[in-house]
């Protein structure tokens, strides 16, 4: 079976490329068609087919349509379509830009030319696909919306919803699983970037049981993960009466998962679960409807970071290492036992990898995370670090600032810096006022 002989037209990948002119005639229905020295396309029944200036090629679609392609500076910036019946000369179905178009980022489309035996039945299926560039899909930086196939009887542009995002997927894995009935269990891995082509996605991690995602056939979410986390399966909350079969991908490992399930449909408030056969790192996930659609209360990864006290003792191992910083993004997104773990690993880090974490603390908002703060700018080589961490997190961080002012000229200094009102921050400095030790002159000299 072949594959696409234009996948390389997809938004993945256009890497610049030399053309050669196109010599060798292309043979629709008994006729040739080729490309002459001004990059007009004769052969077609409605007489010469121009292009504007770039190169010009034709490919073949299976015996019955062709792609016709010009680019520009190695860069695909056009494409047309044509097809023949019985001895008819090709005429020309569709032609059109296949360049970015649209200013803002959540409105920008293109047109990509697909080709692909899609129902697995020998012959090529040739189809126009529109992409938008806030759909992404895992693998794709951005899903197709619409698809429209050639109908070889008729060449017409038919919709044609087999054209999904996974035809566009460089490589899977596929599986078929059944997902069984299983209890409720509480996960960790906290996902990040939720989008969905339709509905509200939101629903599957809000905790809200009254809340739910329903979509048609054809609808995917895309969300990922803080850093590559090991996943061991999934569990699925269903809604309505009925959850729909669906399609899992996750990348970067291409494993697909075709869901369906075990002996019946499942039941409102039913946890459903699939599991893989081994982790697999994974920093995207994506869900497809089936065509039936799908309707779901909740969705949770099930991953290694579910083993509590001992996965977060495996990431602070590994702070200090080459994926230090995927495991901190790791560790923090476990909430107040992570950070906690983090912050009590501080004094056994090296200075670099102490930093990364004092930087990140900064983000955080809760008492634990400032607390360990304050203590950073007491380490000489952390205190730079840990004063921008602190102006970030704001005058909330000033009491536990003001209780170290009389022993650390270091928090003097990250009072005076603070991005706070004047009137607040001298109040601060007030316990070392009137004195005269270093920390006082210190204090005055910050004011």
Known sequence: MRSSVCLCAV?????PRSVAAQSTPVRLCGHAMSVGADRAVTGLGSGPLAFEAGEVRIEEAGPRAAVIYREREGVEVEAALVGCRGTDAPTLVWRGSTAWHGEDATDRTRDVVVVRDVDRDGALDVAVLTLRADAPFCGLDAGPVRALRLAPESLAMVPDGRFGPTVL???????????????????????????????????????DDRSAWTAPGGAWITFTTPASVPVRGVDFTAAEGRAGAMTVLLWPSGQRLDVTWNARAPGVGEVWRVTLPAEVPTTCVSVLAAPSGVALRSLAMRSVLDDGASARASLVQRLGGPDGGDALALLLSLGDAGIGAAVEALPSLDDASARRVVRALGGMRGPVAMAALVEALLRPSLESAALDALRDVGPTALPLLAARTATAPAAVRAVAAMRAPAGDRVAALAPVFGADDEVSRASRDAV
Do not use: I, K, N
Request: proline share 2%; charged share 20%; glycine share 6%.
């Open 11 to 15: 938004v993945m990948a256009l890497a």
């Open 169 to 207: 997927l460089p490589h899977q894995a596929r599986r078929a699983v059944e997902a069984t009935t299983a209890r409720a269990q509480s996960t960790a891995l906290h996902v990040r970037g939720v989008r969905a082509t339709a509905g509200d996605a939101r629903a599957l991690f809000d905790g």
